[in-house]
Protein backbone atom coordinates (compact mmCIF):
# COMPACT_ATOMS: atom_id res chain seq x y z
CA UNK A 1 0.00 0.00 0.00
CA UNK A 2 0.84 3.33 -0.72
CA UNK A 3 1.12 6.70 1.43
CA UNK A 4 2.88 9.91 2.34
CA UNK A 5 6.22 9.62 1.69
CA UNK A 6 6.26 7.21 -0.96
CA UNK A 7 7.49 7.64 -4.20
CA UNK A 8 6.08 8.22 -7.08
CA UNK A 9 3.45 5.23 -8.70
CA UNK A 10 1.72 4.38 -11.97
CA UNK A 11 -1.65 3.93 -10.95
CA UNK A 12 -2.92 3.69 -14.42
CA UNK A 13 -1.75 4.59 -17.94
CA UNK A 14 -4.29 7.62 -18.23
CA UNK A 15 -3.21 8.25 -14.97
CA UNK A 16 0.14 8.44 -15.02
CA UNK A 17 2.88 8.68 -12.19
CA UNK A 18 1.81 10.55 -8.94
CA UNK A 19 3.06 10.62 -5.81
CA UNK A 20 2.04 10.85 -2.23
CA UNK A 21 2.19 14.63 -2.19
CA UNK A 22 -0.13 15.18 -4.94
CA UNK A 23 -2.62 13.12 -3.19
CA UNK A 24 -2.24 14.53 -0.33
CA UNK A 25 -3.34 18.09 -1.70
CA UNK A 26 -5.70 16.88 -3.51
CA UNK A 27 -7.18 15.39 -0.09
CA UNK A 28 -6.42 19.23 1.72
CA UNK A 29 -8.57 20.81 -0.89
CA UNK A 30 -11.23 19.16 0.02
CA UNK A 31 -10.78 18.86 3.76
CA UNK A 32 -10.68 14.96 3.48
CA UNK A 33 -7.76 14.01 6.23
CA UNK A 34 -4.54 12.78 5.73
CA UNK A 35 -3.93 10.14 3.01
CA UNK A 36 -2.51 6.59 4.85
CA UNK A 37 -2.76 4.18 1.68
CA UNK A 38 -3.48 4.79 -1.94
CA UNK A 39 -4.40 1.61 -4.62
CA UNK A 40 -5.26 1.83 -7.99
CA UNK A 41 -8.66 0.76 -8.70
CA UNK A 42 -9.12 -3.15 -9.38
CA UNK A 43 -11.81 -2.23 -12.46
CA UNK A 44 -12.65 0.44 -14.87
CA UNK A 45 -11.98 0.64 -18.79
CA UNK A 46 -10.53 3.79 -18.77
CA UNK A 47 -8.20 3.84 -15.85
CA UNK A 48 -9.83 6.89 -14.36
CA UNK A 49 -9.87 6.24 -10.59
CA UNK A 50 -7.47 5.26 -7.29
CA UNK A 51 -8.47 4.42 -4.47
CA UNK A 52 -7.85 6.46 -1.04
CA UNK A 53 -7.56 5.13 2.67
CA UNK A 54 -6.99 9.16 5.06
CA UNK A 55 -7.31 9.44 8.89
CA UNK A 56 -11.60 10.12 7.85
CA UNK A 57 -12.34 6.90 5.59
CA UNK A 58 -12.28 5.68 2.17
CA UNK A 59 -12.56 7.68 -0.67
CA UNK A 60 -12.61 7.58 -4.33
CA UNK A 61 -10.38 10.05 -6.46
CA UNK A 62 -11.24 10.41 -10.09
CA UNK A 63 -9.64 12.28 -12.64
CA UNK A 64 -8.24 13.06 -16.30
CA UNK A 65 -11.82 13.30 -17.31
CA UNK A 66 -12.67 12.03 -20.93
CA UNK A 67 -14.31 14.97 -22.01
CA UNK A 68 -13.88 18.43 -20.29
CA UNK A 69 -17.06 18.53 -18.85
CA UNK A 70 -17.21 15.04 -17.54
CA UNK A 71 -16.83 15.26 -13.64
CA UNK A 72 -19.27 17.88 -13.55
CA UNK A 73 -21.87 16.40 -15.19
CA UNK A 74 -21.01 13.26 -13.21
CA UNK A 75 -21.83 15.52 -9.86
CA UNK A 76 -25.36 16.32 -11.33
CA UNK A 77 -26.03 13.06 -11.84
CA UNK A 78 -24.93 11.78 -7.96
CA UNK A 79 -26.70 15.11 -6.79
CA UNK A 80 -30.20 13.55 -8.40
CA UNK A 81 -30.00 10.16 -7.78
CA UNK A 82 -28.94 11.46 -4.36
CA UNK A 83 -32.11 13.62 -4.03
CA UNK A 84 -34.45 11.84 -5.94
CA UNK A 85 -34.28 8.36 -5.85
CA UNK A 86 -33.63 5.61 -2.94
CA UNK A 87 -30.61 4.22 -4.59
CA UNK A 88 -27.23 5.00 -2.86
CA UNK A 89 -25.05 6.92 -4.73
CA UNK A 90 -21.49 8.08 -3.82
CA UNK A 91 -22.21 11.48 -2.44
CA UNK A 92 -20.83 14.56 -1.97
CA UNK A 93 -19.49 14.58 -5.06
CA UNK A 94 -16.71 16.96 -4.73
CA UNK A 95 -15.59 18.25 -8.35
CA UNK A 96 -11.96 20.41 -8.11
CA UNK A 97 -11.32 22.34 -11.35
CA UNK A 98 -8.08 23.25 -9.65
CA UNK A 99 -5.64 21.21 -12.03
CA UNK A 100 -2.42 22.31 -9.92
CA UNK A 101 -2.15 18.71 -8.60
CA UNK A 102 -2.06 16.67 -11.08
CA UNK A 103 -2.39 18.70 -14.62
CA UNK A 104 -5.84 18.07 -14.65
CA UNK A 105 -9.37 18.02 -12.70
CA UNK A 106 -10.57 15.84 -10.42
CA UNK A 107 -13.06 14.57 -8.11
CA UNK A 108 -13.49 12.50 -4.99
CA UNK A 109 -16.17 11.12 -3.12
CA UNK A 110 -16.64 8.60 -0.79
CA UNK A 111 -16.20 5.12 -1.62
CA UNK A 112 -19.28 2.79 -1.50
CA UNK A 113 -19.50 -0.25 0.40
CA UNK A 114 -19.95 -3.72 -0.91
CA UNK A 115 -18.65 -5.30 -3.97
CA UNK A 116 -19.08 -5.18 -7.37
CA UNK A 117 -22.16 -6.98 -8.93
CA UNK A 118 -19.55 -8.40 -12.02
CA UNK A 119 -17.08 -9.97 -8.82
CA UNK A 120 -19.99 -11.11 -7.09
CA UNK A 121 -21.61 -12.94 -10.60
CA UNK A 122 -18.50 -14.21 -11.72
CA UNK A 123 -17.51 -16.32 -8.34
CA UNK A 124 -21.44 -17.18 -8.40
CA UNK A 125 -23.43 -20.41 -9.07
CA UNK A 126 -26.68 -20.78 -10.92
CA UNK A 127 -29.10 -19.92 -8.02
CA UNK A 128 -26.64 -16.96 -6.86
CA UNK A 129 -26.69 -15.08 -10.23
CA UNK A 130 -30.34 -15.65 -10.28
CA UNK A 131 -30.67 -13.74 -7.10
CA UNK A 132 -28.02 -11.20 -7.75
CA UNK A 133 -29.96 -10.14 -11.18
CA UNK A 134 -33.64 -9.77 -8.96
CA UNK A 135 -31.18 -7.55 -7.10
CA UNK A 136 -29.83 -5.87 -10.16
CA UNK A 137 -33.66 -5.48 -11.13
CA UNK A 138 -34.75 -4.09 -8.05
CA UNK A 139 -31.96 -1.67 -7.93
CA UNK A 140 -32.73 -0.59 -11.18
CA UNK A 141 -36.66 0.11 -10.42
CA UNK A 142 -35.36 2.68 -7.51
CA UNK A 143 -32.67 4.44 -9.99
CA UNK A 144 -35.97 5.22 -11.69
CA UNK A 145 -37.70 7.12 -9.01
CA UNK A 146 -35.84 10.08 -10.32
CA UNK A 147 -38.16 11.25 -12.11
CA UNK A 148 -37.91 14.66 -14.59
CA UNK A 149 -40.91 17.28 -16.15
CA UNK A 150 -38.69 16.41 -19.32
CA UNK A 151 -36.65 14.48 -21.27
CA UNK A 152 -33.20 15.78 -22.93
CA UNK A 153 -29.11 15.22 -21.97
CA UNK A 154 -26.95 17.05 -20.10
CA UNK A 155 -25.80 20.66 -21.25
CA UNK A 156 -22.04 21.36 -20.61
CA UNK A 157 -22.95 24.71 -20.93
CA UNK A 158 -25.87 24.97 -18.18
CA UNK A 159 -24.14 22.63 -16.32
CA UNK A 160 -27.87 21.07 -16.11
CA UNK A 161 -30.35 18.80 -17.90
CA UNK A 162 -32.30 20.46 -20.65
CA UNK A 163 -35.38 19.67 -22.58
CA UNK A 164 -36.31 18.50 -26.12
CA UNK A 165 -39.23 19.12 -27.81
CA UNK A 166 -39.62 15.51 -29.13
CA UNK A 167 -38.55 12.24 -27.98
CA UNK A 168 -38.79 10.08 -30.95
CA UNK A 169 -37.00 12.62 -33.16
CA UNK A 170 -34.38 13.33 -30.27
CA UNK A 171 -34.01 9.07 -29.68
CA UNK A 172 -33.55 8.52 -33.54
CA UNK A 173 -31.13 11.84 -33.84
CA UNK A 174 -28.91 9.94 -31.00
CA UNK A 175 -28.52 6.69 -32.85
CA UNK A 176 -27.87 8.41 -36.19
CA UNK A 177 -24.91 9.99 -34.21
CA UNK A 178 -23.98 6.77 -32.89
CA UNK A 179 -24.15 5.17 -36.86
CA UNK A 180 -22.23 8.32 -37.74
CA UNK A 181 -19.57 7.68 -35.21
CA UNK A 182 -19.29 3.86 -36.26
CA UNK A 183 -19.51 5.07 -40.32
CA UNK A 184 -16.40 7.67 -39.68
CA UNK A 185 -13.93 4.65 -39.17
CA UNK A 186 -15.68 2.53 -41.38
CA UNK A 187 -16.91 0.14 -39.07
CA UNK A 188 -19.97 -0.82 -41.04
CA UNK A 189 -20.46 -2.99 -43.54
CA UNK A 190 -23.44 -2.97 -46.67
CA UNK A 191 -25.40 -5.52 -44.67
CA UNK A 192 -24.76 -3.77 -41.43
CA UNK A 193 -26.49 -0.28 -42.86
CA UNK A 194 -29.57 -2.35 -44.37
CA UNK A 195 -30.17 -4.18 -41.33
CA UNK A 196 -30.07 -0.85 -39.38
CA UNK A 197 -32.40 1.15 -41.91
CA UNK A 198 -34.77 -1.99 -41.63
CA UNK A 199 -35.08 -1.99 -38.23
CA UNK A 200 -35.67 1.70 -37.67
CA UNK A 201 -38.36 1.52 -39.90
CA UNK A 202 -39.94 -1.17 -38.35
CA UNK A 203 -39.82 -0.27 -34.78
CA UNK A 204 -39.73 4.12 -34.33
CA UNK A 205 -43.71 4.19 -33.95
CA UNK A 206 -43.39 2.46 -30.62
CA UNK A 207 -41.12 5.83 -29.33
CA UNK A 208 -44.06 7.27 -27.52
CA UNK A 209 -43.48 9.93 -24.77
CA UNK A 210 -41.97 8.25 -21.87
CA UNK A 211 -42.68 9.47 -18.00
CA UNK A 212 -39.04 10.91 -17.97
CA UNK A 213 -36.43 9.00 -15.47
CA UNK A 214 -32.47 9.65 -15.00
CA UNK A 215 -31.23 6.99 -17.38
CA UNK A 216 -28.06 5.86 -16.60
CA UNK A 217 -27.26 4.26 -19.74
CA UNK A 218 -24.70 1.70 -18.45
CA UNK A 219 -26.12 0.08 -15.84
CA UNK A 220 -24.49 -2.67 -15.85
CA UNK A 221 -23.43 -5.47 -13.11
CA UNK A 222 -19.80 -3.66 -13.53
CA UNK A 223 -21.00 -0.27 -12.39
CA UNK A 224 -23.29 -1.14 -9.37
CA UNK A 225 -22.13 -2.25 -5.53
CA UNK A 226 -24.38 -5.33 -3.81
CA UNK A 227 -23.42 -7.35 -0.29
CA UNK A 228 -25.07 -10.25 1.02
CA UNK A 229 -28.43 -10.00 2.24
CA UNK A 230 -29.76 -13.71 3.16
CA UNK A 231 -29.86 -15.90 0.48
CA UNK A 232 -30.72 -12.69 -1.71
CA UNK A 233 -28.22 -9.51 -2.20
CA UNK A 234 -29.07 -5.69 -1.85
CA UNK A 235 -27.69 -2.73 -3.63
CA UNK A 236 -25.68 -0.44 -2.39
CA UNK A 237 -24.69 2.07 -4.81
CA UNK A 238 -24.19 2.94 -8.42
CA UNK A 239 -21.29 4.85 -9.80
CA UNK A 240 -19.99 5.45 -13.19
CA UNK A 241 -22.67 8.12 -14.32
CA UNK A 242 -21.19 9.95 -17.34
CA UNK A 243 -23.56 8.45 -19.70
CA UNK A 244 -26.70 9.27 -18.29
CA UNK A 245 -29.78 11.58 -19.72
CA UNK A 246 -33.16 12.06 -19.05
CA UNK A 247 -35.71 9.75 -20.97
CA UNK A 248 -36.87 6.50 -21.01
CA UNK A 249 -36.19 3.90 -18.19
CA UNK A 250 -36.83 1.07 -20.82
CA UNK A 251 -34.05 1.68 -22.07
CA UNK A 252 -31.82 1.23 -18.94
CA UNK A 253 -32.87 -2.86 -19.06
CA UNK A 254 -31.03 -3.65 -22.61
CA UNK A 255 -27.10 -3.84 -21.34
CA UNK A 256 -28.02 -6.38 -18.93
CA UNK A 257 -31.30 -8.19 -20.80
CA UNK A 258 -28.50 -9.12 -23.77
CA UNK A 259 -25.91 -10.62 -21.95
CA UNK A 260 -27.59 -13.17 -19.71
CA UNK A 261 -29.29 -16.56 -19.52
CA UNK A 262 -33.18 -16.58 -20.14
CA UNK A 263 -33.87 -17.32 -16.11
CA UNK A 264 -31.51 -14.26 -15.12
CA UNK A 265 -33.33 -12.13 -17.65
CA UNK A 266 -36.72 -13.16 -16.41
CA UNK A 267 -36.05 -12.46 -13.02
CA UNK A 268 -34.60 -9.38 -13.61
CA UNK A 269 -37.24 -8.11 -15.40
CA UNK A 270 -39.93 -9.69 -13.06
CA UNK A 271 -38.53 -7.10 -10.38
CA UNK A 272 -38.01 -4.41 -12.36
CA UNK A 273 -41.35 -4.29 -13.57
CA UNK A 274 -43.85 -4.79 -10.32
CA UNK A 275 -42.84 -1.23 -9.75
CA UNK A 276 -42.30 0.31 -13.36
CA UNK A 277 -44.61 -1.73 -15.89
CA UNK A 278 -43.63 -1.95 -19.45
CA UNK A 279 -45.57 0.22 -21.61
CA UNK A 280 -47.03 -1.41 -24.72
CA UNK A 281 -44.72 -1.63 -28.10
CA UNK A 282 -42.20 -2.23 -25.34
CA UNK A 283 -40.33 -4.92 -27.42
CA UNK A 284 -39.81 -2.43 -30.62
CA UNK A 285 -38.55 0.26 -28.21
CA UNK A 286 -36.19 -2.20 -26.58
CA UNK A 287 -35.18 -3.62 -30.24
CA UNK A 288 -33.94 0.08 -30.71
CA UNK A 289 -32.67 0.87 -27.29
CA UNK A 290 -30.68 -2.69 -28.01
CA UNK A 291 -29.44 -1.48 -31.50
CA UNK A 292 -28.18 2.30 -30.09
CA UNK A 293 -26.38 0.38 -27.50
CA UNK A 294 -24.74 -1.57 -29.44
CA UNK A 295 -23.62 0.80 -32.43
CA UNK A 296 -21.97 2.64 -29.38
CA UNK A 297 -19.92 -0.54 -28.09
CA UNK A 298 -19.58 -1.46 -31.52
CA UNK A 299 -17.55 1.82 -31.80
CA UNK A 300 -15.57 1.57 -28.89
CA UNK A 301 -14.47 -2.14 -29.75
CA UNK A 302 -13.59 -1.21 -33.38
CA UNK A 303 -11.75 1.90 -32.16
CA UNK A 304 -10.24 0.89 -28.69
CA UNK A 305 -11.17 -2.45 -26.70
CA UNK A 306 -11.63 -5.10 -29.36
CA UNK A 307 -14.59 -6.43 -26.97
CA UNK A 308 -16.16 -8.40 -30.29
CA UNK A 309 -12.99 -10.28 -31.77
CA UNK A 310 -13.90 -10.96 -35.82
CA UNK A 311 -17.81 -10.90 -35.28
CA UNK A 312 -19.81 -8.70 -37.43
CA UNK A 313 -22.38 -6.09 -36.72
CA UNK A 314 -25.30 -8.00 -37.83
CA UNK A 315 -24.24 -11.49 -35.67
CA UNK A 316 -23.35 -9.29 -32.83
CA UNK A 317 -27.42 -6.98 -33.15
CA UNK A 318 -29.19 -9.75 -34.05
CA UNK A 319 -29.25 -12.06 -31.28
CA UNK A 320 -29.30 -9.12 -28.60
CA UNK A 321 -32.29 -7.88 -30.29
CA UNK A 322 -33.63 -11.42 -30.36
CA UNK A 323 -33.07 -11.72 -26.16
CA UNK A 324 -34.50 -8.19 -25.40
CA UNK A 325 -37.30 -9.14 -27.14
CA UNK A 326 -38.33 -12.38 -25.83
CA UNK A 327 -37.88 -10.70 -22.19
CA UNK A 328 -40.63 -7.99 -22.94
CA UNK A 329 -42.86 -10.57 -22.79
CA UNK A 330 -41.87 -12.92 -20.52
CA UNK A 331 -43.03 -14.89 -17.75
CA UNK A 332 -43.89 -12.45 -14.70
CA UNK A 333 -43.19 -9.32 -16.67
CA UNK A 334 -45.55 -6.53 -15.60
CA UNK A 335 -47.58 -4.64 -18.84
CA UNK A 336 -49.36 -1.43 -18.44
Known amino acids: MSGVGDPARTYSTRLGRIDSAQLQQACDLFDVGTL ?18 TSRGAFVLRGNPIVPHQLRKERVVAEAINDRSSLPVAWPYLVSENTE ?5 FAIMPMLPGTTGSQLWESAEGPGRVALAEAHGEALACLHEAEFA ?13 TVDHYAT ?13 RAIDA ?37 AYEPHGDRYRARGVFDLGEAH ?21 VFMAAYTVRHPL ?7 LALYTLADLLFMWEV ?7 FGDSSFVDVVTPAIDAVRRAACGPGVRLR
Not at 188 to 201: K, V
Open 301 to 307: STRVTGW
Open 279 to 285: RPDAGDR
Open 150 to 162: SPGPYDPEQDTFT
Open 246 to 266: IGDGEEDLVRFLFRRKRAERE
Open 170 to 182: WTLERVGSLRSRC
Open 36 to 53: EAAEPASAGVWGQNILLT
Open 188 to 224: LTPESERYIDGLIDSCADALTEPVPVLVHHDFSLGNT
Open 101 to 105: PFGWS
